[in-house]
């Protein structure tokens, strides 16, 4: 099985066998053009591809029978149909879904469970539910969790609403928080290498994103009550300072079972993408 992940700065590729990845391949984006991601993927297909019927690829925002609607990170793919594109080129059966749903679907299957909630947080906030084994796609869309509001008279967001949890939990919580505490935007590698030094500025910024993260991962829970709810994205490597104020926060709101929050593993949606190109007969 062949599974791609389109991500905003990287296209990963994996292949999987008898349901272990066995190779992985990395390729690093620069311009981001469209050219530019499709032969990166192209040469994933190319690298991993062989023998495989089936290709799966996911991407970070929203499609339509393949054809990419809306990806706010890789703009240059709006309306681009990636799924008519690449099987018409490589001969190939292609399956088509977001990341976030990937990265869900592939924890799932990966740790064996049933009931679970994928978050992944990066420059924005994604979600993918899985229940009873299967990605959760309700009427069509899901997983705008990044949407969710957390204040209802909070920050601006870049959807026109106010107080969206991803104002709070992402990389633009980070650069707005520490734009406040240390006077300019500092992305989040860098205050996580301050809150390593023992900076006391950049150490309160994770209790407050992290406190951030509790409530949201509280309003998940109390909905849907999965076992395990897994973080993923760039951030999660921070999880020794975000982790601790989450679960306190989290605690505190809790009107269900709690359930278990951990980080997931970076490759998990490329997995997750592969894994569904078994449903492809082909
Ligand atoms: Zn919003």
Same mark, same amino acid.
């Given at each position: 099985?062949?599974?791609?992940? @389109?991500?905003? &700065?990287?296209?990963?590729? #994996?292949? #999987?066998?008898?349901?272990? #990845?066995?190779?992985?391949?990395?390729?690093?984006?620069?311009?981001?053009?469209?050219?530019?991601?499709?032969?990166?993927?192209?040469?994933?297909?190319?690298?991993?591809? =062989?023998?495989?019927?089936?290709?799966?690829?996911?991407?970070?925002?929203? !499609?339509?029978?393949?054809?990419? @609607?809306?990806?706010?990170?890789?703009?240059? @793919?709006?309306?681009?149909?990636?799924? $008519?594109?690449?099987?018409?080129?490589?001969?190939?059966?292609?399956?088509?879904?977001?990341?976030?749903?990937?990265?869900?679907?592939?924890?799932?299957?990966?740790?064996?469970?049933?009931?679970?909630?994928?978050?992944?947080? /990066?420059?924005?906030?994604?979600?993918?539910?899985?229940?009873?084994?299967?990605?959760? !796609?309700?009427?069509?869309?899901?997983?705008?969790?990044? !949407?969710?509001?957390? %204040?209802? &008279? /909070?920050? =601006?967001?870049?959807?026109?609403?106010?107080?969206?949890?991803?104002?709070?939990?992402?990389?633009?919580?980070?650069?707005?928080? *520490? $734009?406040?505490?240390?006077?300019?935007?500092?992305?989040?590698?860098?205050?996580?290498?301050?809150?390593?030094?023992?900076?006391?500025?950049?150490?309160?910024?994770?209790?407050?994103?992290? *406190?951030?993260?509790?409530?949201?991962?509280? &309003?998940?829970?109390?909905?849907?009550?999965?076992?395990?709810?897994?973080?993923?994205?760039?951030?999660?490597?921070?999880? $020794?300072?975000?982790?601790?104020?989450?679960?306190?926060?989290?605690?505190?709101?809790?009107?269900?079972?709690?359930?278990?929050?951990?980080?997931?593993?970076?490759?998990?949606?490329?997995?997750?993408?592969?894994?569904?190109?078994?449903? %492809?007969?082909?």
């Amino acid at each position: 099985m062949l599974g791609i992940d @389109l991500g905003a &700065n990287k296209v990963l590729g #994996v292949k #999987v066998k008898k349901g272990k #990845v066995t190779r992985r391949v990395k390729i690093t984006l620069k311009s981001k053009t469209k050219d530019e991601i499709v032969s990166a993927i192209d040469s994933l297909i190319d690298q991993l591809g =062989k023998g495989e019927k089936a290709v799966g690829i996911d991407i970070p925002g929203i !499609h339509q029978k393949g054809k990419i @609607l809306k990806t706010p990170n890789l703009p240059s @793919l709006n309306g681009f149909d990636l799924k $008519k594109e690449i099987e018409k080129k490589w001969n190939k059966a292609v399956v088509v879904e977001n990341d976030a749903n990937c990265f869900a679907y592939g924890e799932a299957i990966r740790r064996k469970k049933k009931f679970l909630v994928g978050i992944t947080i /990066g420059s924005g906030l994604g979600g993918g539910i899985v229940i009873d084994g299967k990605i959760y !796609h309700g009427k069509r869309d899901v997983g705008e969790f990044g !949407h969710m509001t957390i %204040f209802v &008279n /909070g920050r =601006k967001c870049t959807c026109g609403n106010r107080g969206c949890w991803e104002m709070y939990v992402s990389e633009k919580g980070f650069k707005i928080e *520490s $734009k406040r505490i240390f006077g300019r935007s500092l992305p989040p590698l860098e205050v996580f290498n301050l809150a390593n030094q023992g900076n006391k500025k950049a150490l309160l910024i994770f209790e407050k994103i992290g *406190s951030y993260l509790g409530v949201g991962l509280a &309003n998940i829970a109390n909905i849907l009550n999965p076992e395990i709810i897994v973080i993923g994205g760039g951030i999660s490597k921070s999880k $020794k300072f975000l982790l601790p104020p989450a679960l306190k926060e989290m605690r505190k709101r809790l009107m269900v079972s709690e359930p278990k929050i951990v980080v997931g593993r970076y490759d998990s949606a490329a997995y997750g993408a592969a894994l569904l190109t078994k449903f %492809f007969k082909v």
